[in-house]
């Protein structure tokens, strides 16, 4: 198998650019510089899975499982599933080549607009014209697609029985997998979906557009180098307007790999290892003397999300993944998303609300009854133990991605050099009320019972808990309401400065720049906005790139995204 990370051997000691992070915004920085002639670094702190290579067993799964928290830390820090158990929110992130695009649903959605016409938003996003652009650019290279079967999968026929209870008929949704075979625009030959459910665990069969299989790739066709196990701790500046970036490796246990930190230079930036690995190293960074806006960690929204269950419904739902290979035969799954409810207020956007039907990765397949043990369902579990989870009471489970509006009123800070999340109002948001509400009623209706957390009364307690983390480097017309400009340029801290300067040479470009939440999947948006900060970044450093399909000719396999 051809990999896209290399060897520490081969690290340079100086860049034009530095990428830090791999998801979304990593991802068009890295092809983008690549593609204008620049020499471009990413640093990746976890590993590299080729496709194929995703736990599909529990206990591998186990194995990729870090959780952290005030005084605990459990597992391997490159395992592919990053937990955060905060005081008063946990957060969950994917770790590895291609960042939270390996594990999330990979559902493609546009906010509303009343979201950019926020007044937190610098005009100019709404003047320039660039978020359309950047919303096409994004489109071009993730490609949304819907799956052709939706409205046949089980699952969606319970979505749409359940719907009925709010009024609600369910839509397609539309989803980063590629349901028919393709050539993508990096070049990369990529297989139809074969609906085994399992995109949140890391898709084995190649269809699922992450970032791994798109924007990297491209990125290495044109130069880029890729190093993986470095896990930045901060930035400073250096001499002749040059940043030096220094990282610790996660690679120690290899053979003859003794050193524990290092460092690179490079005369830009790009912090893009989303909304907390940004925000720590420049907490950090600033704590080193890097002067910064005092706005930095604010404005951590969790995006209004809920992950919920409704079990012992009265109908079938197969929203548990079969894995590839199939670990059992003739079950109707589909893709993490088939479908969702788009509720729309109209008269108050705080209110609006999306709910998707979710499947859970086979890899769980085994836990799944004894994760339901805490909150007294001891009969059916039992019975699922004796069974399977794909017969009895499991068969008719139901998981519910829903997303919506919080007041983004989370705050991230350092303690004790560990990252934390301050926010002792999360559980009172009113979206959770409201959510609450509206998937307690969709249970209902298919007749089961509503499970808010099946952790809850373990170490997971009951704080409300997020997969789309945004802000903590919001975006502000200057260094008093923001961390960063519109184009993703870091405020200028010093006394001296002006309330607008930035230092060059220094961007901030993934979630962390959002100042609010969205109230859809973020991934669409991420990556627009990305496109759009490149776009900037080009017409400032009088660079040219373009966004053109790699040769068709010379396609590489999805398990090998390298053409040679």
């Known amino acids: 198998m051809i990999r896209l990370a290399r060897s520490f051997d081969s690290l340079r000691r100086h860049y034009d650019v530095v990428v830090v992070g791999s998801g979304y915004g990593a991802g068009v920085a890295a092809s983008r510089l690549a593609r204008a002639g620049k020499r471009v670094a990413i640093l990746e702190r976890g590993r590299e899975f ?30 592919l599933y990053d937990v955060r158990l905060g005081e008063d929110m946990h957060v969950l992130v994917g770790c590895g080549l291609g960042g939270g695009s390996l594990i999330n649903a990979g559902v493609t959605l546009r906010p509303d607009p009343r979201v950019f016409r926020d007044e937190v938003w610098p005009t100019e996003f709404a003047r320039d014209g660039l978020v359309a652009e950047g919303y096409a650019r994004a489109a071009r290279w993730i490609r949304p697609a819907r799956d052709p079967d939706a409205a046949q999968r089980t699952k969606f026929k319970a979505l749409a029985l359940s719907g009925a209870a709010l009024g609600e008929e369910p839509v397609v949704a539309p989803v980063a997998v590629s349901f028919r075979e393709t050539i993508n625009p990096a070049g990369i030959r990529q297989p139809a979906c074969t609906g085994c459910g399992d995109c949140c665990g890391g898709c084995n069969v ?10 990297l790739p491209d990125a290495v066709q044109h130069g880029a180098h890729v190093f993986t196990h470095a896990a930045v701790r901060h930035v400073a500046q250096a001499a002749r307007g040059r940043w030096r970036v220094h990282f610790a490796r996660q690679d120690k246990e290899a053979p003859g790999k003794t050193a524990d930190t290092m460092s690179v230079s490079a005369d830009i930036v790009v912090l893009a290892a989303g909304t907390l ?26 995006n209004g999300d809920i992950i919920a269950f409704g079990y012992g419904a009265g109908l079938p739902v ?5 894995g590839h290979p199939a670990k059992v035969s003739d079950l109707d799954v589909g893709a993490a998303v088939s479908g969702q409810l788009e509720i729309v207020d109209e008269d108050d956007l ?44 499991f068969s008719s489970l139901q998981t519910f991605f829903a997303v919506s509006h919080d007041s983004a009123g989370g705050r991230l800070a350092l303690e004790d050099d560990r990252l934390a999340l301050q926010w002792p109002s999360a559980k009172d948001e009113p979206v959770y009320q409201r959510v609450d509400a509206a998937l307690e009623a969709l249970v209902r209706r298919a007749g089961g019972r509503y499970v808010k957390n099946p952790l809850a009364g ?7 808990a997020t997969a789309h983390p945004l802000g903590g480097c919001s975006v502000g017309r200057e260094r ?28 901030v470009i993934d979630g962390s720049v959002i100042p609010r939440s969205l109230g859809v999947n973020p991934l669409l948006t991420i990556t627009a906005l990305a496109e759009r900060a490149l776009i900037h970044l080009a017409r400032d450093l009088n660079l040219t790139f373009d966004d053109a399909p790699r040769d068709r000719e010379r396609a590489a396999a999805a398990d090998a995204p390298l053409l040679t």
């Open 480 to 507: 008093e309401d923001g961390v960063v400009n519109h184009k993703g340029q870091v405020f200028d801290g010093n006394p001296h400065a002006g309330s607008a300067d930035v230092h060059e040479g220094l961007y």
């Open 458 to 464: 373990t170490m997971m307690g009951h704080q409300p």
């Open 50 to 79: 080729l496709t194929g290579e995703f736990p599909s067993r529990f206990p591998d799964l186990r194995q990729q499982m870090q959780v952290t928290g005030r005084r605990l830390r459990i597992g391997a820090p490159t395992g």
């Open 318 to 322: 197969n929203a548990i993944g079969v």
């Open 206 to 215: 190649g269809a699922k557009n992450t970032v791994a299989l798109t924007y």
């Open 350 to 393: 705080a209110r609006s609300l999306t709910i998707q039907e979710g499947v859970l990765p086979s890899a769980l397949a085994p836990i799944l009854p004894a994760l339901f043990l805490p909150n007294g369902r001891l009969l059916g579990a039992l019975q699922s133990l004796i069974s399977g989870v794909y017969k009895g009471p």
């Open 277 to 302: 690995g940004s925000t720590e190293i420049l907490l950090r960074s600033r704590e080193r003397g890097l002067a910064l806006s005092d706005r930095l960690g604010r404005r951590f929204s969790a």
